[in-house]
């Protein structure tokens, strides 16, 4: 039997299965109206949607941690397996990240779609329990281990003792939000409508966020909003540092909204110890070092943080599964 990890996030879903390279992909299809069915995958799915004209949609597979719509999903997850020489999941044995900000039938749902490809057995696993396995620490251990899992749309803090969820914490403050802020931001400054591609490259590689580092500025291009024509305008970090401050601020409350919620013993266990920021979000220069400052606490960061999820399922599974699964 072979055992398959999957981590389905609202940006990039990754699959392992076994020790085998992890596959990345981008969580999006394109999907055929006439025929009712996935045609494409990833990153060349948008590409067959313009081609196809009328024929097809741009899927977005996940939202905000649930299924944005379920057979999408089953299509995406099946060409996905196709894609490393597997034709479903038969025979199977599949644990998956269910965010703590989906309800349980958003979760039961997301299950469906494995089962459906013949997956047996299929276990959800939460995420800050995979983040925290992921950073190689001791899920099943005693001291509480806080992670901060930023994604595309969600920020996640958990904490972790005894390999359950002590405390968790969820809020819609993920990197499309600073992106969507830095976008509102040029369009007020500049009269200019970006793209989220140039709204990504302000944010990482313009915005330093933590607070000692400010003044730089760049040329940017986006459509006019007198003309829609393409123009160019000129942006600062100040003016950007401004704009992602409400995200910022929703992204701290979060944590310390997690924290409140954790017994005093784990509170104590986090102000000794700190927590760890993991997630695609993590990589923003200048993040840890600002949620450092606004907390108190120390901020750590691993390598390859976007990778922790996927695996820590796998750690997750190869300790004690029968003790942590839901």
């Given at each position: ?28 299809a394109a999907y055929d109206l006439d ?91 939460e995420t800050p329990i995979a983040a ?195």
């Amino acid at each position: 039997m072979a055992f398959i990890t999957v981590d389905i996030g609202s940006s990039q879903t990754r699959i392992q299965v076994g020790s085998e390279p992890i596959l990345v992909v981008a969580s999006e299809a394109a999907y055929d109206l006439d025929r009712k069915e996935v045609r494409v995958i990833g990153a060349k799915a948008s590409e067959e949607v313009l081609r196809s004209g009328s024929k097809a949609k741009l899927v977005k597979i996940m939202r905000q941690g649930a299924p944005a719509d379920p057979e999408a999903v089953s299509g995406f997850l099946k060409l996905a397996l196709r894609s490393i020489g597997i034709r479903s999941f038969a025979r199977s044995e599949v644990l998956f990240a269910a965010t703590t900000h989906a309800s349980q039938l958003d979760t039961a749902s997301l299950k469906r779609c494995f089962e459906d490809l013949n997956a047996k057995p299929v276990t959800p696993l939460e995420t800050p329990i995979a983040a925290t396995a992921g950073i190689n620490e001791d899920v099943l251990g005693e001291i509480g281990t806080m992670t901060v899992v930023v994604g595309e749309s969600l920020v996640e803090a958990g904490i972790v003792s005894f390999g359950k969820l002590a405390a968790r914490a969820t809020s819609p403050a993920g990197i499309a939000s600073l992106r969507n802020a830095i976008r509102e931001s040029v369009k007020i400054t500049c009269d200019l409508v970006i793209s989220e591609e140039v709204a990504n490259d302000i944010l990482t590689q313009l915005v330093d966020v933590q607070r000692g580092h400010r003044g730089a500025q760049a040329k940017i291009w986006g459509r006019s909003l007198a003309n829609g024509e393409s123009e160019s305008g000129i942006i600062t970090e100040d003016v950007i540092f401004d704009a992602i401050v409400p995200s910022l601020d929703l992204i701290t409350q979060t944590i310390i909204d997690c924290i409140s919620s954790a017994p005093n013993q784990l509170v104590t266990d986090v102000a000794d110890r700190g927590l760890w920021l993991l997630g695609g979000g993590a990589r923003l220069v200048g993040l840890a070092a600002e949620l450092e400052r606004r907390l108190g606490v120390q901020v750590h960061s691993i390598d390859e943080p976007e990778l922790a999820v996927i695996r820590g399922l796998s750690v997750v599974h190869a300790t004690a599964p029968a003790k942590i699964y839901w």
